[in-house]
């Protein structure tokens, strides 16, 4: 396949915070939502429930782009969960449950893995792998949380809580990438490229967040 073929990338995600993390390291993706229900979805292991979502969002996805053969195009589908005390924790069903959960929760520590598949389709390879990442909950109080879950914030992630918004003041530390934590890790990417025969900075648009110039290197 020629090397100077123009990179599309495809977000098969409808998370803002993936985006941006994206766009923070200079990456411009598509996003076009799978539309994937994940509660038809079961597994013993959150490695394997993650990752299997993940796959079925790419494919989603997959099924409705057509290639052009003027372009490489790939696509990225992720899904988070929470490992905690044994139990897969998704997305919390309603405000009750996310104040259940973090009451659970705070003082102590779980994993969150974020499952990647990357898809190219015009060459019809994948590679996917889980990034996981401990998390140490801060012990704040029922009025904290209760406050927090007021927000709504909570509802709408894997665990019931972000980095990168609101409940980042009640994590105490993370032991792994952050980006795990907001749902895609930049170094796992950077790797699953790799096996592709890629290279990060491939992706690279030519105005980097701070408005600088880059010119992509491959």
Do not use: N
């Not at 897969?88 to 259940?100: C, L, M, R």
């Not at 980042?168 to 930049?186: H, Q």
Request: glycine fraction near 10%.
């Amino acid at each position: 396949m020629p090397d100077q073929l123009p990179l599309r990338l495809v977000l098969a995600s409808a998370s803002p915070a993936r985006r941006k993390l994206l766009r923070a390291a200079g990456i411009e993706p598509e996003v076009l939502v799978s539309g994937v229900d994940e509660s038809l979805v079961v597994a013993d292991r959150a490695e394997e429930l993650c990752l299997e979502l993940a796959r079925m969002k790419a494919q989603a996805v997959l099924t409705r782009l057509r290639p052009g053969t003027d372009e490489r195009t790939l696509v990225i589908g992720c899904d988070s969960v929470l490992e905690f005390d044994g139990e897969i924790f998704g997305k919390p069903a309603d405000p009750a449950d996310a104040t259940s959960r973090w009451r659970r929760m705070r003082g102590r520590s779980g994993v969150l893995h974020s499952g990647h598949s990357l898809v190219d389709a015009t060459a019809g390879r994948r590679a996917e792998a889980v990034a996981s990442t401990v998390v140490h909950f801060a012990d704040i109080s029922d009025r904290e949380i209760d406050a927090y879950v007021a927000t709504g914030e909570p509802l709408a992630v894997a665990g019931a809580f972000t980095i990168d918004g609101l409940g980042g003041p009640f994590l105490e530390r993370i032991e792994g990438d952050a980006g795990t934590v907001v749902g895609l890790s930049l170094p796992l990417l950077r790797r699953l490229l790799a096996d592709l025969d890629l290279q990060i900075t491939d992706l690279w648009t030519k105005v980097a967040p701070g408005g600088q110039s880059i010119e992509p290197l491959g």
